[in-house]
């Protein structure tokens, strides 16, 4: 109940005037000419009324409130022509706009003189939007197109480590970022120990990364947001599209339900390295597998103008076998169902209920003497979010959220062969609630506020056998509970505060301030990302993990908006941060919790961007200079000392090049400060085997990382020559198959760069030698694409 | 995980290499090494005592030589190790046995440390067979090589961790096989020793060694510290010895069996 009267109270705050004099809206939603998508995030403006507008929802529903008169409006995305419309405000309207894509004018080169100033208007903060054409040019490893390895190249991201898809964001670990896909959250998106993200490029949207500062709409995470959008599905014709590459290809088919009123898209994919194995005449070659595949599906459908439904799912697994001794699969499963309800012209509402599931299973043995682990997370989620477009200077979003998590940490099944039964690890329950209201206000034609409040509440729920652990991880207290009763209990309430103010039509200064909790851990102790690392609920050993970030950014657009400039500062604390004892044992330990300890942390930095988006030649240049620490009362003497990700510097330079229009070459450049990371200091030796001595955490220094990565996009001509029989006037007439062919190379200059440093003893010599290996020296690849 | 290793061996196959570098390294102050095993067989129980080095030297280690070791038992008996004479810094005393479900403290006076451990027996135990199965090829080998298995029973009613050592053909394996009963409690516990590579007419003797959760906690550790991408972050095996020094100090409880695989 003090929850509501804090928001009531909250509210109160965010007074809004309701003046009665005439006033109108236009409302309405956005789309894609040809392919029938919602257009997310593009602007509204009005010629008559400069500093007023919108910009459409995640749905390309937009709502522009004005005073009674005769506008032109004009409607723009990236990417698109720009549309203008003429209204005659005197009454409500609603207006369906179709933005034709640019570029595809006959034989014209792209003349949009659109202002891509959003940057600097916008009050966001700490926010990188990246669109699918800025990952199709990037050279990546095996020309296998990644959105996660894209966004490692922004400042403040920074990657897991050699060809990995995971990242740390602004001094975070890896498991603090919430990554979405169509608001189902991903709990595990590596694939083939993270060389590979489960993101299929081919069925996504649109991306958008939150450093800091996320919406009060999202919570759950320290870090960040990688909220991931799937495309619907073109609603106007059939077509398909498909890649053939060096380990994988894949198809996607989308097609409309009912022409402009529903579509769907349906996406596959699949690794084929293991096909090689079966050309072998060794049998427990033939008999292995080790693949990947995922599967991305949605439909939309619109019942009604006011209506509509999505339903969208993914399925992805890893599967390897060696012989038929062992089998070891995981992946992740989830699927969403949303209703679009429009209320009115000003309230846009959403309802969603979203499942989300990880699991893996190891299987040993053989016929009926098989003996099988597996774990997993599973979530149910109930999700309704309002956005009220109350009038030009304040947007209300608004919604509530209640997930039900089961964590199965430990099932273990046996074969008919094998004569006992074993016990699971039990499982545990929790309940993550939350509420949230935040407001978007323009303050004169300056000034900028978007503003929230999310209050969150976290109860892990019996039944099960608790224990408490003390620091030494010794067991004080057994208590076992019953069926939904209240083991432990947690609430945290999260402002959060954006503002930018604009000093001039080009630029302007931004400062920002959030605070976030996560409530749920990955326990992981290894470097590389693993299948089996487990995630648990905080308990009544494990505390939630708090963060307040701080940042200041200044952004400016030169040269009519083709640069753009960024530079922000941040600092940010943490609390309760989760290590590990020296050896802790994290897979399937029931009493893993003995095995944490807990503290504080602190990341803060520096990030510039420099951007090109328009011309023949794009790209940008990103750095960013930080520090990570973390402080630990059991580890190097409680002093402050860096994690595993504090890289003193990071540097992405992105360039893409169209030397024609069907030609295009990219390359991208990244240097980073080597990871903390703990080498021995001294050696013995124990049980016959010689014996690092390590005296500190982190204390030593991986070399520096370089790389450069080369790619060349060539596309098959996109129109043939008609010449006319009546004018013999020749005429370019769109093709309907389009495809490309896509080359490039990792690691142009084979720089050899440490993945891991061993210091073992040489089995000739005996003497001790650091041994470093390096992955991917030099890897060419070729990957061919098609669309019809 | 060792399964992942493999994958990610076979994936890396083609694009990895290694290569000796330089690492110019600290050097730490040096440290006392502790390696005290006390065993149920005749003149194997031993203590060993050496110091730490630097990384890059290889001229050996340095032995204690002069210490006093002593063992007392939970029933009042106490026990001199002395020192070997045909081995420095090895101490040893050839009349002691380990007993099942007795507590060892181990005193040690070196110039002016005094290190203490403890350590407790587990009940005897039985190592019931050992059993084999045919390995048509595997990745990169065409020959048929063996896979060993060990079978044993767990006793209920403790806790119990267990070591395993494979000798092949009277080579000493040098892989850790460490098992608990966390899961299988008062079950047959029966695991391949897979890292072995054993051909036909190998005769493979394996020790079943029972420990306490101590001993079994510094192994693990132990196991755990090469600081591969695929290993946590490398950390000093949690260590029994009070008083500051390095290594263990473990009594044991410890059954043999000897299998030939047929030509």
Redesign the interface.
Known sequence: MKLFLLLGAFLSFTVVSFSQDEKYTLSGSLKDASTGEDLIGARITVVELPGTGAITNEYGFYSLTLPKGTYTVKFRSLGFQITELKVELTEDIKKTIELKPEGRVLGKVDVTAEKLDQNVKSAEMGVDKLSMKDIENIPVLFGERDPLKTIQLLPGVKSAGEGNAGFYVRGGGSDQNLILLDEAPVYNASHLLGFFSVFNSDAIKDIKLYKGGAPASFGGRLSSVLDIKMKEGNSKKFSASGGIGLISSKLTLEAPIVKDKGSFIISGRRTYADLFLKLSNNPAAQNSTLYFYDLNAKANYRISPKDRLFISGYFGRDNFGFSDQFGFDWGNTTATARWNHIYGDKLFGNMSFIFSNYNYKIKFGANDETFQIGSQIQDFNIKKDLDWYINENHTLSFGANVIHHTFKPGEIETGAGIDFVLNDVEERYSLESAVYVSNEQKIGKRLTLVYGLRASNFTQLGPGKIFTFNTEGNITDTTEYGRLENVQTYWGLSPRISSSFLLDEHSSIKAGYSRTFQYLHLISNSTASSPTDVWLPSSVNIKPQIADQYSIGYFRNFLDDQLEFSTEIYYKDMQNVIDYKDGAEVTLNPLVEGELIYGIGRAYGAEVLLKKRRGKFTGWLSYNISRTEKKFEKVNENTWFPAKQDRTHDVSVVLMYKIHPQLTVSGTWVYYTGNAVTFPSGKYIIDGQVVNYYTERNGYRMPNYHRADVGLTFDHKKFKEVTDPDSGETKRVPKKWHSSWNLSVYNLYARENAYSITFQENEQTGETEAVQLALFKIVPSISYNFKF | ?K??L???S???FF?????????P????S??I?V?GTLYDQPDESVVKL???????D?SG?EKISGAQVTVTDDQGNTYNFLEDGNQAGSYRNSSFLTQPNYTYALTIYVDDDTLTAKSSTKGSVVLDSLTYIP?????GT?DTTF?VFYNFSDEAAQENYYRMIPYVNDE?S?FLYLQND???NG??IRAPFFAESIEAGDTILARLISMDKENY?Y????S???????????????SNIEGGA???FGAYITDNDTIIIPE
């Open positions: 995980m399964q992942e493999m994958i990610i076979l994936i890396l694009f990895s290499c290694e290569k000796v570098i330089e690492v390294l600290d050097e730490a040096q440290q090494v390696e050496s110091r730490t080095g630097s990384v890059y290889d280690f390995q048509y090829g595997g990745f065409e896979l000493r040098d966390q899961l299988f079950k047959t906690k192994f693990n550790t132990l755990n510290n090469d600081g591969g991408a695929f290993s946590p972050t490398p950390a000093n095996p949690v390095l290594g263990y």
